[in-house]
T-cell receptor, first 110, second 112 residues
Framework: SQQGEEDPQALSIQEGENATMNCSYK?????LQWYRQNSGRGLVHLIL?????REKHSGRLRVTLDTSKKSSSLLITASRAADTASYFCATDEYGNKLVFGAGTILRVKS | IAGITQAPTSQILAAGRRMTLRCTQD?????MYWYRQDLGLGLRLIHYSNTAGTTGKGEVPDGYSVSRANTDDFPLTLASAVPSQTSVYFC???????????FGDGTRLSIL
């Protein structure tokens, strides 16, 4: 069963615009992670936010976590064509596994 | 270059055949994982190993088996392939469970 549910399923923006993707989950978590997947490749880890953190930055990425609403968002600022990819959230449920959502497909048009 | 190597990159297999997907990492990570990725379903965990010598079942383990004889290798075996096992299979590793995972580039498997 999927824990994280990303929204929207697909997003198309112009280069230079910001892209926001949301993730909702159902149970208590240890941390939440965001991954990127380029077409035909494996997933690449972007950022990890722990349950006691509310916001984290990495370059053009900003992640927020609201444990009361069981939701997270990933913001990519000043998007580039190279950001075109699928983005997945994954939750660590204090167990032995990450549970991945179905992903958001981001297309950045140049 | 450090990372995860998966082999083969793609395979077409007749139903009923046995197949082993290979996965090797050179990062000395303790934990390793096998996922399958199907359109619209994201990644689903098949089996995992928190450390050499131990394995555990994930969300969709039926029809698959794994072994972890050493730190570096984590092969996935389909004992008797069925068409519903057609998928893209990803191997991943992490320093410890709960840590960020590093992924291979996948094996695209078609069962006819």
């Amino acid at each position: 069963s999927q824990q994280g549910e990303e929204d929207p399923q697909a997003l198309s923006i112009q280069e230079g615009e910001n892209a926001t993707m949301n993730c909702s989950y159902k149970t208590s978590i240890n941390n939440l992670q965001w991954y990127r997947q380029n077409s035909g490749r494996g997933l690449v880890h972007l950022i990890l936010i722990r349950s006691n953190e509310r916001e984290k930055h990495s370059g053009r990425l900003r992640v927020t976590l609201d444990t009361s609403k069981k939701s997270s968002s990933l913001l990519i600022t000043a998007s580039r064509a190279a950001d075109t990819a699928s983005y997945f959230c994954a939750t660590d449920e204090y167990g032995n596994k990450l549970v991945f959502g179905a992903g958001t497909i981001l297309r950045v048009k140049s | 270059i450090a990372g995860i190597t998966q082999a083969p990159t793609s395979q077409i297999l007749a139903a009923g055949r046995r197949m082993t997907l290979r996965c090797t990492q050179d990062m000395r990570h303790n934990a390793m994982y096998w996922y399958r990725q199907d359109l619209g379903l994201g990644l689903r965990l098949i089996h995992y190993s928190n450390t050499a010598g131990t394995t555990g079942k994930g969300e969709v383990p039926d029809g698959y088996s794994v072994s972890r004889a050493n730190t570096d290798d984590f092969p996935l075996t389909l004992a008797s392939a069925v068409p519903s096992q057609t998928s893209v299979y990803f191997c991943a590793s992490s320093r410890d469970r709960g840590e960020p995972q590093h992924f291979g580039d996948g094996t695209r498997l078609s069962i006819l």
